[in-house]
């Protein structure tokens, strides 16, 4: 009895640790792994559900424009309450996006989130009638409120400079989109690099007087900033899908300062075109 005793004593107790067929744990590059994979997860599941709100802005708010079609004044109300819903939805799964890809370690530039953006508006059609286009008809409004935020909080010649130039580099833009074949023709490189630099100001302009709208805490022009060609990386660009955004962006910034300035930007596209053909005319 004693020696089965002495013996008990002396046998170690054996616990996982000692099991050698136990799985070895995972290493903290295998763990950074399965956290990108399922951030790249969580980002289609995003870039899927943007998308639907997109779809179903387009298809709920021609309706939406007839609610009280006999009260001008009262439909105006309802469209900005109808629009800006849905601006806070893409917001919010905006921000969504952006919070899983830090919280997954991911680098928060427009290359990774290129394919959530491809698949939200990227593979979208109807981009004339999306939310960031539409909200176009809300410019005026927004630019009162932000001109006020700077009035009261004491002035600032800065950023008063900088709203005035919206209009002029949104003229630039139009303007070479209706250069006449002799005017592109004479030096086509500088006519493209031209063009392309107009395109990015615009964009830019619209980017910096949102960011100046929420410096001062009235609502941003649009629910989010657009990306430009600028510093474009085509061997980063795996697929071209920053390349297709880029695109996107360029074309729904346009559509935006077409109804932002409405009357102006028709006008002023009517006089290039008549211009156009007078000089396509003279050199017949």
Known sequence: MKEGLERNQESPVLTSWDNLDEPALPSYEDLRDQERESAT???????????????DFAEKYPEAQQKFADDPEKQANYDKFFIEKYESKI?????????????????ISPYTLAQYDNTAIGSYDNRQK?????SGILFTERMHALEDAIEQSGGNAEHSRLLRQTWPRV???????HKSNEEVGADPDYYDRMRTDAHNSMI????????????YGTRPFTC?????????????????????????????????????????????????ENRKDI????FR
């Open 41 to 55: 997860e969580q980002l289609k599941v995003l870039s899927k559900e943007y998308h639907a709100i997109e779809v």
């Open 204 to 215: 830019e302009q619209l980017n910096d007087i949102n960011d100046l709208a929420r410096q």
């Open 224 to 272: 989010r900033n657009f990306i430009t060609s600028r510093h474009h990386n085509r061997k980063a660009d795996v697929g071209g899908r920053l390349g297709e955004i880029m695109q996107t962006d360029r074309v729904m910034v346009q559509q935006y300062f077409d109804i932002a300035y409405a009357a102006a930007a028709a006008k002023l596209a009517s006089d290039l």
């Open 279 to 282: 000089k396509e005319r003279l």
């Open 171 to 177: 003229e630039k833009h139009i303007e070479y989109q």
């Open 91 to 107: 917001s919010w799964n905006r921000r969504d996006a952006a919070a899983n890809a830090r919280l997954s370690n991911l680098i």
């Open 130 to 134: 999306s939310v960031e286009v539409q």
